[in-house]
């Protein structure tokens, strides 16, 4: 199935964003984990949180009590609410689902992956 990632903009330091991700093509997605990482320029692509059948969330340090995920199964849409956003958060940011919603989510080797929408942070 597609993920489309949309959301991403300019912002200043201490603004807040919300990422959306629409998947297509998906049945029961209440089955499967989903997950939000980023890639910030001249960086590798890092995990930053994700949420999984039992709707149990996890996040990096680096984003903990700042970014929310959460789901709405009925539109397929998996969304992260971003707040107090830092010139350091400055990064394309991706979504990706699984099918292995059980499974610890942080490490799944992701299935399915959307093209990504870019977040400044920058005044």
């Known amino acids: 199935f597609q993920l489309q990632a949309s959301g991403g903009g300019l912002v200043p330091p201490g603004n807040s964003l919300r990422l959306s991700c629409a998947l297509s093509g998906v049945n029961n997605l209440d089955y499967h984990a989903l997950a939000w990482f980023r890639q910030a320029p001249g960086k590798e692509r890092d995990w930053v949180s994700c949420?999984?059948?039992?709707?149990?969330?996890l996040y990096s340090d680096s984003v903990k009590g700042r970014f929310t995920i959460s789901r709405d199964n009925a539109r397929n849409t998996v969304y992260l609410q971003m707040n107090d956003l830092r010139p350091e958060d400055t990064a394309v940011y991706y979504c990706?689902?699984?099918?292995?919603?059980?499974?610890?989510?942080?490490?799944?080797?992701?299935?399915?992956w959307g093209q990504g929408t870019l977040v400044t942070v920058s005044s």
């Open positions: 990706a689902a699984d099918r292995r919603g059980g499974s610890y989510c942080p490490i799944i080797p992701y299935e399915y």
């Open positions: 949420i999984n059948s039992a709707d149990s969330t």
